[in-house]
């Protein structure tokens, strides 16, 4: 009886963080003067480090590569290292933010602990 309580409660526990991250989330992301926002997020277990690690060297290659130099936020949230990196690319032209947007995407594709927010609110030079 114990072990069953103790199993539905860590279950509840579980969800309750869930929803807690993915509120805290959007919180953050709320705002559309953002034309990409990569997030960072947790289950309870911690952030990707790894693929956090490997996106900040892919922005600095990325850079390199264009010539160019990517302006963007890093909004900490949550407990658990939690971070969206929030883009408005207005130094990209069109093809460029497609492509830093793709790139980004293929990169992190395989992450469950990342999520992807694209909008097309922005005004390309």
């Given at each position: 009886?114990?072990?069953?309580?103790?199993?539905?409660?860590?279950?509840?526990?579980?969800?309750?963080?869930?929803?807690?991250?993915?509120?805290?989330?959007?919180?953050?992301?709320?705002?559309?003067?953002?034309?990409?926002?990569?997030?960072?997020?947790?289950?309870?277990?911690?952030?990707?480090?790894?693929?956090?690690?490997?996106?900040?060297?892919?922005?600095?290659?990325?850079?390199?590569?264009?010539?160019?130099?990517?302006?963007?936020?890093?909004?900490?949230?949550?407990?658990?290292?939690?971070?969206?990196?929030?883009?408005?690319?207005?130094?990209?032209?069109?093809?460029?933010?497609?492509?830093?947007?793709?790139?980004?995407?293929?990169?992190?594709a395989n992450s469950n602990r990342v999520r992807l927010?694209?909008?097309?609110?922005?005004?390309?030079?």
């Amino acid at each position: 009886m114990v072990l069953l309580f103790t199993s539905a409660a860590c279950s509840m526990s579980k969800k309750a963080e869930l929803n807690q991250s993915v509120t805290a989330e959007n919180n953050v992301t709320n705002d559309s003067n953002y034309r990409f926002v990569v997030s960072f997020i947790s289950f309870g277990s911690g952030i990707d480090r790894k693929a956090k690690s490997q996106y900040e060297q892919f922005l600095k290659d990325f850079e390199l590569k264009n010539n160019v130099t990517i302006s963007y936020e890093k909004k900490y949230w949550g407990r658990e290292g939690e971070v969206n990196f929030c883009f408005s690319l207005n130094e990209l032209n069109k093809t460029e933010q497609e492509s830093f947007i793709l790139e980004s995407k293929n990169l992190l594709a395989n992450s469950n602990r990342v999520r992807l927010k694209e909008t097309n609110s922005q005004e390309p030079k």
